[in-house]
């Protein structure tokens, strides 16, 4: 995929950037947080709570408008809104839904507020005996927060834990997952010793069935005799747990489940003022809303993401989203920028923000506070492989309807290659940037040095233009063994119009090895109007 970017005064980037602000808070008054725009909120639910006027959920199939003057509404059943069907809510709507209960989207959702009068969504029983503090235990380096290495918060810093070659019983581990507001767990892999914690030894917890928490286990009760020792472990793994079944800390019954939304319509618009680039923009729109103890899903009985985005990501403006019972926003494949601006993600029981497999690649965070989450402030996955799926751009409108569990899935389309390079030299140039272009060289082929490559393109570039233009790879395969003598490599060159089959200058020499993704690359040159990819010697499969 080639990306680019501006040198202009009014600068754009097609890479991966996160441009955070943090504010720094006090300590002990960490119970409300606040971004640029927003009120302050007092800890739990003390807003003024008026009669409910109405009551609604179930299946939208219509255009519909939850109107200020009849709110608040009461949420009673999921709100499944219907491809190619819009909700729009007023600003200063007050929603307060049932446990487990929440906003499916698979059309349009245009909630927009304003900065003195927020679209709140709450749940309908109020939250008044919380636990409000985090464990002293979590699951890092996983996938989630329910899988990862174990660690310990112990004299002030967090610790991982190695058990001298010894296994932890089933009931150690299910009591660990209890202390992390888990119903059970298990063991699920050893972790490799890393030089940037500081280990405890815990071979033996010894934790009774009824223990809810390992500070009640024989080998927690007394903190001080707790052994703290590189030498002890000398390099031993640390041990890795995978947790699950529902939610265990107090509170947790009366979340509700959060917003979700998938694949919502999109169109393109212009990223740049020279119109050289072109972006997916969602018809969906969030602005000044306030999410509140979400993340609890009473059909799967499990945590989910207060807000949960499949797609193209809506413009997102003035958020507040605390105490979901797992992540404050979850970003599962996104084919778009993500823009959060004016928002606050704080005391989340999950990561603050995740984007998993993303092959946009960028993020952009604005005047943003994302402060005591659990886990991570954000976690960060790129894709790797695979086709990625889009849906098909345009205003939204109706589509047939499917007997299928997961409507959403024949609104989606394989995103093509704009070229397959060993195939075709030529692509259609008036297509806005970014291009994505696929190299298949049949496994076994070989050819010499002195003859033309099989496989290359040359890339037009706008002239008299100061941009920053970037290689990125979305996956990469060679079958080929190197030890065989085998050899590929990728050259990005700058173009030659007289010969096309030369290069004018060598830029970059990549070599192409089975699962390893080369670093990006990014080529500046006013004066240079192409660049050309070439594929040059060895034997390979890409």
């Not at 989910?304 to 003035?318: D, F, K, W």
């Not at 395969?477 to 003598?485: D, S």
Request: proline fraction near 6%.
């Amino acid at each position: 995929m080639i990306q680019f970017k501006s040198r202009l005064k009014t600068p754009f980037c097609l890479l991966l950037q996160a441009i955070l602000f943090i504010y720094i808070t006090d300590p002990f008054s960490w119970t409300y947080v606040e971004a640029q725009g927003q009120l302050k909120l007092p800890p739990g639910l003390r807003q003024q709570r008026q009669q409910i006027r109405h009551a609604v959920g179930g299946i939208y199939s219509d255009n519909t408008t939850l109107f200020f003057r009849n709110s608040p509404f009461r949420v009673t059943e999921d709100i499944i809104v219907n491809p190619g069907v819009t909700l729009e809510i007023e600003t200063g709507v007050q929603l307060y839904f049932d446990t487990g209960v929440g906003i499916k989207v698979y059309g349009v959702l245009r909630a927009i507020g304003n900065e003195f009068a927020h679209i709140e969504m709450l749940p309908f029983q109020e939250q008044l005996n919380y636990e409000e503090n985090m464990p002293e235990f979590r699951l890092v380096d996983g996938p989630s927060v329910r899988q990862g290495r174990l660690q310990m918060k112990y004299r002030d810093r967090w610790r991982s834990v190695c058990t001298m070659v010894t296994n932890w019983t089933s009931i150690d581990t299910g009591v660990a997952c209890r202390s992390m507001g888990y119903s059970d767990g298990g063991f699920w892999r050893w972790y490799r010793r890393v030089n940037d914690t500081y280990p405890l030894a815990m071979p033996v917890p010894g934790c009774l069935p009824s223990a809810k928490n390992l500070w009640e286990c024989d080998g927690f009760k007394e903190p001080n005799q707790i052994r703290m020792s590189e030498n002890l472990c000398q390099g031993e793994d640390d041990i890795g747990l995978y947790c699950w079944g529902p939610p265990t800390f107090n509170g947790w019954a009366r979340h509700w489940k959060g917003i979700q939304i998938f694949n919502s319509p999109f169109y393109y618009v212009p990223n740049d003022p020279d119109m050289v680039a072109a972006q997916r923009e969602s018809h969906s729109r969030l602005e000044f809303i306030d999410i509140m103890y979400a993340g609890y899903d009473g059909y799967t009985k499990n945590m989910t993401a207060a807000l949960y985005i499949e797609g193209v990501p809506p413009i997102m403006n003035g958020l507040r989203i605390q105490r979901s019972a797992r992540d404050g926003i979850h970003f599962y494949e996104p084919t778009g920028p993500i823009i959060l601006a004016n928002s606050t993600v704080a005391d989340n029981r999950g990561h603050g923000l995740v984007i998993e497999n993303t092959t946009d690649g960028r993020l952009f965070v604005n005047w943003t506070l994302i402060s005591g989450n659990y886990g991570d402030g954000i976690w960060y996955r790129q894709r790797y492989g695979g086709a990625s799926l889009v849906r098909q751009p345009g205003m939204p409108g109706r589509y047939k309807r499917e007997l299928t569990s997961s409507p959403h899935l024949h609104l989606m389309n394989i995103e093509k290659p704009r070229a397959e390079i060993c195939e075709s030299h030529k692509y259609n140039e008036s297509l806005f940037f970014p291009h994505l272009f696929a190299i298949h060289l049949q496994n076994g082929s070989t050819y010499s040095e002195l003859q033309p490559r099989p496989c290359w393109i040359q890339v037009r570039l706008p002239k008299r233009l100061d941009y920053v233009y970037t290689l990125q790879f979305l996956s990469v395969a060679n079958r080929n063994p190197h030890q065989f003598g085998s050899r590929t490599d990728l050259i990005v060159c700058d173009g030659n119009f007289t010969f096309v089959e030369l290069c004018a200058r060598e830029r970059f020499r990549l070599p192409i090895r089975n699962g390893v993704i080369p670093q990006s690359v990014s080529i500046s040159e006013k004066n240079c109007d192409s660049f050309r990819f070439i594929i040059s010697s060895g034997k390979s499969n890409l």
